[in-house]
């Protein structure tokens, strides 16, 4: 396998930047692309019931994710910063960690699941028509949970390990699975919502396979270390883990704010303008994982580098990367900006017909939602280099500011000022607000000195 032969303490950041960029932002893409994908199939192939119990079990997928990208992020900055000290062997034991946490979890996760499925649906607000429906989609998705979390942690990690590349190619291939197997499973073969869930166990499966193979034969310096069975050693495990939680938590948050975002939508767009306005905001809501995981490329190509550099001391190299992060995101943000001011009515064609009241909306709505992507892209990258720097309590707090804070207070107070036109600037002005906070309150990059859990 060719490796991309990276070195985050002396290779030039412009040529590091773009090693990792390209390669995050085409797997990140084709993921977001495979959710709209998911609910085409689902909704033209099965119907609309099976398309409402999909949208059932999506807040615990999407917990599944968030978990699995929390650790993941948290092990890769860590790690980071101890291949900076030399202390390759720490880097290692905090990879292990990470996984056999995950492992714990995701284990548990599925067993409720198993165990007690009927309430999980119901809690998550099933009624008696979806339950046949929800409960063939969440049995058929678990065996792929936990491959699911091989996949989340692996992706930051191989691209630490100095292998974009592959990372890249084993989001594509998972993708480009899926998206096969959902056309197989509904159409050819006509399994319904059961057939779309075991392809998206399978891509997962194999999407997860890949990254244990990467570790198991291919990686260059991160591997699988041999863990002491000790009292001692399990109290420094459990510390190692909490502290990976607590870096990683910002990206967690991230993936529940983006769940309120949609759900305190729904409400105030069906108070506003009906049925109607929730299709016409379900569209924002298929493209905002897109502008989501462009922004997040910047932030998760800058990651490495960024940590890496931190831990090393060499703050210089910390604040270029950090500039060159900023401009990224600048450019992909006008570029989003731009895309949904001047092709709302393509952005919107394949999700409505022409003829429905709800297109109109989302036609007129979108460009003013589309304001948001700029401010959006480089709040993303602030909270990722705080991420990367250790505080994680700055980032975890403007990533609530943002979803959570300024967002719902937006959502009901703009409205009543501006009418329809505030439903769709809530994102915008939140983010804005989240902007002017982050301005208001920083002070640079930090020194060197740290504060962290020695292993």
């Not at 650790?71 to 980071?80: C, H, N, P, R």
Request: net charge positive; hydrophobic share 50%; proline share 4%.
């Amino acid at each position: 396998m060719e490796r991309d032969k990276l070195d985050f303490g002396n290779d030039s950041i412009g040529k590091l930047f773009r090693a990792m960029f390209f390669p995050t932002l085409i797997g990140m893409v084709f993921n977001s692309v495979l959710n709209i994908c998911d609910g085409m199939f689902v909704g033209h192939g099965v119907g609309s019931n099976a398309l409402a119990s999909v949208n059932i079990v999506a807040p615990l997928f999407l917990v599944c994710i968030g978990i699995g990208l929390m650790f993941g992020a948290g092990a890769s900055v860590i790690g980071s910063i101890r291949m900076a000290e030399n202390n390759l062997k720490a880097a290692k034991i905090i990879m292990t960690q990470a996984y056999i946490a995950g492992g714990v979890i995701f284990g548990v996760i599925a067993l409720v699941c198993l165990l007690f499925t009927r309430q999980v649906l119901y809690a998550l607000g099933c009624s008696p028509v979806l339950e046949p429906y929800a409960t063939d989609y969440l049995l058929w998705l678990l065996p792929g949970l936990f491959f699911l979390y091989l996949q989340c942690v692996g992706m930051m990690l191989i691209r630490l390990d100095g292998s974009p590349r592959y990372a890249m190619g084993v989001q594509v291939v998972g993708a480009v699975l899926n998206i096969f197997l959902d056309w197989f499973m509904v159409y050819p073969m006509g399994m319904g919502i059961k057939g779309v869930s075991i392809a998206t166990s399978t891509s997962c499966i194999v999407a997860g396979s890949m990254v244990l193979v990467y570790f198991l034969f291919f990686s260059s310096q991160l591997k699988f270390y041999r863990l002491k069975r000790t009292s001692k050693s399990l109290r420094l495990s459990l510390r190692n883990i909490r502290y990976m939680a607590k870096i990683g938590a910002p990206t967690f948050l991230a993936e529940i704010t983006l769940g309120i975002t949609m759900i305190t939508g729904n409400f105030q767009f069906i108070k506003y303008l009906g049925e109607d306005g929730v299709a016409a905001f379900s569209v924002g809501c298929y493209l905002f994982p897109i502008m989501f995981s462009i922004s997040e490329a910047v932030a998760l190509a800058s990651q490495p580098i960024i940590s890496f550099n931190y831990g090393a001391g060499q703050q210089d190299r910390v604040r270029r990367t950090l500039r060159i992060s900023l401009v990224t995101a600048l450019i992909c943000g006008v570029c989003i900006t731009c895309a949904m001011m001047f092709g709302a009515r393509w952005l919107a064609l394949p999700f409505l017909s022409p003829q429905v009241p709800a297109f109109a909306l989302a036609t007129e709505g979108l460009p003013l939602l589309g304001t948001c992507a700029v401010l959006f892209a480089i709040n993303i990258t602030f909270i990722g280099y705080y991420q990367s720097t250790e505080k994680a309590l700055q980032s975890s707090i403007y990533t609530l500011l943002k979803g959570v804070a300024f967002l719902i207070p937006s959502f009901i107070i703009l409205p009543r000022m501006a009418g329809v036109a505030g439903l769709w600037l809530a994102v915008p002005v939140a983010e804005l607000l989240t902007l002017t906070a982050i301005a208001a309150f920083y002070r640079g990059v930090p020194g060197a000195s740290r504060r962290n859990p020695q292993l």
